[in-house]
């Protein structure tokens, strides 16, 4: 027998191990979960080989299960799901932690949890995410650049101030969807400030079909100043951004110290997702910044 048949479930990246009547489970906690696509799918390619490399010792595949105090957005959730991961999140946990009589332990990473009928704000939650749903790509823009602002409001105000309006510079030049000044005491918005110079965060909302494209990041771009709105942007955009905007956005940040983020539409329900449960929705914001940062 060699050294690697003895090989431990947890010395291959899981946290937690047990057997019932349906076999071996293995469980990755993670604190906070995943929510850029990008960490999603690094999560899912680690516990699937994961998994196999395990069911090549032992002959049976085990479950895998992702643990989280959070939620996921059903797209970033059918990602798991469809690679048979199994996801415990803060609604399974809190629900289980009733039947095992350990609320009070649950309470300390999930706060306090009653099973009750939708609150106003998960119901104002859901609407938004049919609305997004509902508005196609292309020429309904008005309707999008609409509901970006009560999507942006939603999320960020408070702490962010409500948003001004198709604002232009002094010039007439550049006109921006939308500004959210910011003014927060503390949290990520308030490292934001200090570290990007996000006094005002400006959001462009762009309803196509497919990628933006490089004169959308410019275009941005020319309008954040440092003596003026600042360094610091949001693009709200239908899908993903193609792969070689990532050379633009790195310049933009690299020479100009512009750090421009483009949140498709995977990423906003997943900061409806995040809001709706009363988890923080900048934290996807927070995993985009770093992801980008680490990938230069």
């Not at 696509?37 to 002959?59: N, P, Q, S």
């Not at 199994?86 to 706060?111: P, Q």
């Not at 899908?239 to 956005?249: G, K």
Request: charged fraction near 25%.
């Amino acid at each position: 027998m060699t050294p690697d048949e003895h090989l431990h479930p947890g010395d291959v990246g899981f946290d937690i191990e047990f057997s019932n009547d349906a076999g071996l489970h293995l469980v990755e906690c993670k604190v906070p979960g995943p929510q850029t696509r990008h960490r999603v799918g690094a999560v899912v390619e680690k516990l699937v080989a994961t998994r196999e490399r395990i069911k090549e010792r032992a002959g049976q595949p085990p479950q895998a299960i992702l643990a989280i105090p959070g939620t996921l957005s059903p797209e970033s959730l059918e990602q798991f799901t469809s690679s048979g991961i199994e996801v415990w999140d803060r609604t399974w946990l809190a629900a289980n932690s009733i039947k095992a009589g350990r609320v009070g332990e649950a309470a300390k990473f999930l706060g306090e949890y009653t099973p009750h009928a939708s609150s106003p704000l998960e119901d104002r939650a859901d609407d938004l995410r049919e609305q997004l749903g509902a508005i196609p790509p292309g020429p309904a823009w008005v309707e999008y650049q609409k509901l970006c602002r009560e999507i942006a409001e939603f999320l960020f105000c408070p702490p962010l101030s409500p948003p001004i309006w198709e604002r232009s510079n002094f010039s007439s030049v550049n006109r921006r969807d939308l500004i959210l000044p910011n003014y927060a005491l503390d949290g990520l918005w308030a490292y934001l400030r200090t570290r990007y110079q996000a006094d005002y965060v400006v959001i462009d909302a762009k309803n196509y079909s497919e990628s933006i494209e490089k004169d959308e990041i410019l275009q941005i771009a020319n309008y954040l100043q440092r003596q003026g709105v600042g360094l610091f942007a949001l693009i709200f955009s239908r899908t993903e951004p193609d792969s070689r905007l990532l050379y633009t956005l790195r310049e933009q940040w690299v020479v100009y110290d512009k750090m421009i983020i483009v949140l498709s539409d995977s990423d906003v329900m997943q900061m409806l997702s995040d809001k709706r449960a009363g988890t923080d929705p900048t934290e996807l914001i927070r995993q985009k910044i770093e992801d980008f940062r680490l990938s230069i």
